[in-house]
């Protein structure tokens, strides 16, 4: 008797090059968990798309067939978004991977969703502009779209959703649609673009996006500042921002961190809290900007600030922010990272870190506090034994903690990394009787709930 797989299999290689459609167990491995401390589980076969064509004809298949399918860039999502739990099809868009057209007079690209942001903004450096939005990690856009990622530059250009002007996607019946159109702004029909980005895969599947990018800024200038306390950085940065000052990045990194990068990095920082600052702009207005923001650091008992204009001496500063997951994954071996994502208003900033800190230390769990504080948004770094059940409960418990301290506040539960399985039990909390709204968004989108399935909510026809 043929197996449903071998049914399945045979089906899909129909519609694909049969190099395209693979049930290797090491591919499907490698699809089964993302960059996060959540349980890993295999999908059923995992297909490597080239066109949206054949990115339809697998959701028809899959549709035909009843069932899942999900989505898949590179894996560096954070809270289970690309785990298959219900099995299924997974979708790797690597092979869709063509900047398909730069219209820089428009300062406008268009790209397929397995694009990497490192790989756009190397073509965009050619035509003297850039991407901004720059989560850390090396994620693919298409990824990036799906979970509405942000992250150092958010503060001055805006998050993933601010820079979409328009998708491809096909829905759950295979049907490809656009949600916007090449123009600045429009009042026409619904906000299909805010809808779509942020929807981890749930409503469909991208295989196209224009996305705005920005002039590559004429001087550029980076600065780190220590702070005696957490409470005085943050402090700095609300009265930074009060004053209009232009910033394009700030980054909150506290004293356990601070030595984290020192040993990884190999740098020689000092280890107190710190904020890792970036300014664009012109040479003139660059200067007259950190002239004031000296003034207003020194009211918040800065103690020391180091600038640098060096490209290199820049790279190797945001080189060591942005690797310090790793450097706290380097000095834990045999420990999981899990990172906690919350956001609130700037005013609520300064109380939530330090209620955050005090809940560290409180229940000794190793980590660090970090976050994109110039809009609101923090993580906790978490090295845990995900063998030690004691333990697991710790972290679980620190990051109700936090979350339900952001909630109560006017925050969210996650102000970057997304729903996906970790966030779900938040969803009703925070958006009571908004989320039966989105319950009914996805089920006249995706009837059959085939679409990366019980992420976001729990579905109540399926598992």
Known sequence: MISTNEKLVTALRSVLPEKQVTINQTVLEQHSKDESYHASSL???????TTAEEVSNTIKIAEQNKVPVVPFG????????VIPYDQG??????????????KESDFLVRVQPGVTRSQLNKELKKYGLFFTVDPGADATLGGMAATNASGTTSVKYGVMRDQVRDLEVVLADGTVIHTGNLAEKSSSGYHLNGL?????????CFTELTLR??????????????FPTVNDAVAAVVSILQAGIPIARVELVDEPSMKQVNVYSETAYK?????????????????????????????????????????????QLWEARHNLAYAYVHGNPGKKLMVTDVCLPISELAGAIEHAREALDSLSLTGGIVGHVGDGNFHALLMIDMNDSDELKK??????????????RGGTCTGEHGVGVGKRK?????????????????????PDMLLNPNKIFKQKNRG
């Open 74 to 81: 590179v894996g560096s999502s954070l809270e289970g978004h």
């Open 395 to 408: 972290a679980d418990d620190f990051n109700e903690k936090i979350v339900m301290y952001a909630l109560e």
């Open 426 to 446: 938040y969803q009703e909390k925070e958006h009571g009787d908004g989320l039966l709204v989105m319950e009914k968004i996805k089920q006249a989108l995706d």
């Open 43 to 49: 999908p059923d076969i995992v297909v490597f798309p």
């Open 213 to 226: 990018v920005y002039g590559i800024p004429e001087h550029i200038m980076a600065a780190r500042a220590t």
């Open 271 to 315: 280890e107190q809290p710190t904020l890792f600052l970036e300014f664009h702009g012109n040479e003139a207005g660059l200067k007259q900007d950190v002239e004031f923001m000296n003034e207003i650091v020194a009211d918040h008992h800065c103690e020391k600030i180091d600038f640098e204009t060096d490209n290199a001496a820049r790279t």
């Open 196 to 204: 779509f980005v942020g929807s981890e895969g749930t409503l469909g």
């Open 89 to 102: 099809i997974t979708i790797d868009f690597s092979l869709m991977n063509k900047i398909i057209e730069v």
